[in-house]
């Protein structure tokens, strides 16, 4: 589909997104549980989410991702449907099982021959691969094993991602070690709520610590076989965390929110220390975090780029003291997403340009951002998704005012390329720039995804 669609933005909005660089990138997203399906084939060994997804309750519908969007026989078609989009970039992230069935041993050819074809296929169509090595699909064998919460975990991950960069590093430049720890760690073992189910703080608080040692750990040795012209990096999920009144309790609770949702993260990664108040604040719950000799030095190796997942910002109420306090995230009142998610673009720029004061010199990526919305096909399967259509447009100006005040964003990739298996969720949500019918697998580029090329166009040629 052609069409050039009338866009759902505002005059401010379109100002701000047109003062963008023409050096700026643009991309889509996506994760292979979420889309590959093909769980059983070619060697692949099950994954925490294929157990997760069989567990009674833990998904939306009993769904799974068995076939998801069967991405996995159907990559040149999809590869062309990025092409036609005009962006230059595609975010996707490599199955772990695929590579490396039970989380050790030799490459499996059969897993990684599907990589070499994508990123063939995308240099081919002229669309840079932007590969992420860890996006939630841990092999389920090494989750018996102790799983995130292990200090081997960290290893072993290290030695895959070493399998992949042995066999892509001549194509592929911008590497990302993981997609969001936080949701690995606190979803994961804390919450309970994504794979594998746990409930933990104690192993919430391993689980960040390997997380970020095995990033560190594959991106020194990876750094010390790269290509010149090579880049690496991470990608985070954060928001941002405000107290709703001025009163100290509140804005303790914002603190923490703050400490445990971005700086554990950040300050770990690009200064080299855990923040001393969240240290503080896992002691005062009987948790420590369990760093050894030379872990912080290996997990702060310098970053090229930093990848910010942006979707929402929240404000918090806190009453009680020490481990019994209660903190909770209160609403501003504001337009949600099909997600429940407050659409709250000023918070965006709010947060890059803080990011950039509080690190300075570090380039950023928006790895994702985007929304569900309850979308409505017309008889021909196409969504007038003009919601969604909006949601990009304020997101996207948000990025750019956040360029105007100081902040070094130099791309942007929208979450998602495809409607697919949105976790716990199943195929209830749908984040697509292409709607996806699950039962024909027929896709179909909504009005959102006309906007975003047309929008890209319109930046490039300005």
């Not at 970039?89 to 590579?99: C, G, H, K, L």
């Not at 794979?195 to 104690?202: E, F, H, N, T």
């Not at 192993?203 to 690496?232: C, I, K, N, S, Y």
């Not at 697509?432 to 959102?448: A, M």
Request: glycine share 10%; with cysteine.
């Amino acid at each position: 589909m052609e069409a050039t669609e009338t866009a759902v933005t505002t005059s401010a909005d379109s100002e701000l997104i047109t003062s963008l660089p023409s050096s700026f990138r643009w991309g889509v997203a996506t994760a292979s549980y979420q889309i590959e399906g093909a769980v059983t084939e070619d060697g692949r060994s099950p994954s925490i989410w294929d157990t997760f997804s069989r567990v009674p309750g833990a998904i939306d519908n009993g769904d799974n991702g068995d076939v998801a969007c069967d991405h996995y026989h159907r990559m040149p078609a999809d590869v062309e449907l990025i092409r036609q989009l005009d962006v230059d970039t595609y975010r996707f992230s490599v199955a772990w099982p695929r590579i490396q069935p039970h989380g050790r041993g030799p490459v499996n050819e059969a897993g990684m021959a599907f990589y070499d074809r994508l990123v063939d296929e995308l240099l081919a169509k002229g669309i840079d691969p932007w590969l992420t090595l860890y996006h939630w699909d841990l092999p389920q064998e090494l989750e018996d094993a102790g799983g995130w919460p292990e200090r081997d975990t960290a290893f072993r991950f290290a030695d895959y991602s070493m399998l992949v960069f042995d066999r892509l590093k001549d194509r592929v430049r911008h590497w990302t070690t993981l997609n969001e720890p936080w949701c690995s760690a606190m979803h994961g073992y804390v919450h309970g709520i994504m794979a594998p189910g746990r409930r933990d703080l104690g192993a919430g608080a391993a689980a960040v610590h390997h997380l970020l040692l095995g990033h560190g750990l594959a991106m020194q040795r990876m750094r010390e076989a790269a290509p010149e012209g090579t880049d690496f990096g991470i990608t985070l999920n954060m928001g941002t965390a405000d107290p709703e009144t001025d009163s100290d309790a509140d804005r303790d609770a914002a603190r923490r929110a703050d400490g445990m949702g971005v700086r554990i993260y950040t300050d770990t990664l690009i200064n080299g220390h855990y923040p001393e108040d969240v240290v503080e604040d896992l002691a005062a719950q009987g948790v420590r975090i369990p760093v050894q000799d030379g872990d912080l030095a290996t997990i702060s190796s310098p970053l090229d780029f930093l990848g910010v997942n942006y979707y929402f910002g929240q404000q918090y109420s806190g009453a009680g003291e020490g481990p019994d306090v209660e903190d909770k995230a209160v609403p501003f009142g504001r337009p949600v997403t099909a997600m429940g998610w407050e659409i709250l673009p000023e918070k965006f720029t709010e947060l890059l340009v803080r990011l950039s004061k509080d690190y300075p010199g570090l380039p950023m990526y928006i790895t994702e951002n985007g929304s569900a919305f309850e979308d409505v096909p017309d008889e021909s399967g196409y969504v007038n998704d003009s919601d969604r259509t909006g949601y990009l447009s304020s997101h996207i100006a948000a990025v750019a005012a956040a360029r105007q005040a100081g902040a070094d964003v130099r791309g942007y990739f929208a979450w998602s390329l495809l409607d697919n298996f949105e976790w716990a969720y199943g195929y209830a949500k749908r984040f697509g720039l292409i709607r996806v019918d699950y039962e024909t697998q027929e896709r179909t580029i909504k009005r959102s995804g006309l906007w975003y090329r047309d929008t890209i166009r319109q930046v490039r040629n300005s």
